[in-house]
C-alpha cells in the first residue's frame, strides 16, 4: 500500500479531491499514480479509483471517482484523512 496523499475537499459531483506530498520534479513522472488505480482508506477498504491528475508537477492533485457503496456521510469523513493506492 502507497500513501497517495491527503483529502483536500469534496467536489459537488461526488468526487473527492486529494493533495498529493510534495514530489522533486525529477521524480515526478515515476512517483505518479496511475489513472484508475483503486484507492483505499485508512482500513484498506476500497473507496474509488483515480480519475485525473491536476495542478503542478511538483504538488499535484489527484481526482477520484468514489464508488457507490461509499454514503455522502462516509464521504465528509474523509477530508483531511490520509488516502492510499495498492
Given amino acids: ?5 491527503t483529502v483536500s475537499h469534496l467536489s459537488k459531483s461526488r468526487n473527492l479531491i486529494v493533495r498529493m506530498d510534495k ?14 488505480s483503486v484507492v483505499l482508506n485508512k482500513s484498506v ?3 474509488g479509483e483515480i480519475n485525473d491528475i491536476i495542478g503542478p508537477v511538483s504538488h499535484p492533485y489527484v ?24
Avoid: C, H, Q
Avoid at 1 to 5: A, D, P, R
Avoid at 23 to 36: E, G, Q, R, T
Avoid at 66 to 81: A, Q
Fill in 23 to 36: 514530489l522533486k520534479p525529477s521524480d515526478a513522472f515515476k512517483k505518479a499514480p496511475k489513472i484508475n
Fill in 63 to 86: 481526482i477520484i471517482n468514489v464508488s457507490r457503496k461509499v454514503t455522502d456521510s462516509e464521504l465528509l469523513n474523509y477530508v483531511n484523512e490520509r488516502v492510499y493506492i495498492k
Fill in 1 to 5: 500500500m502507497k500513501k497517495l496523499g
Fill in 45 to 47: 477498504k476500497p473507496i
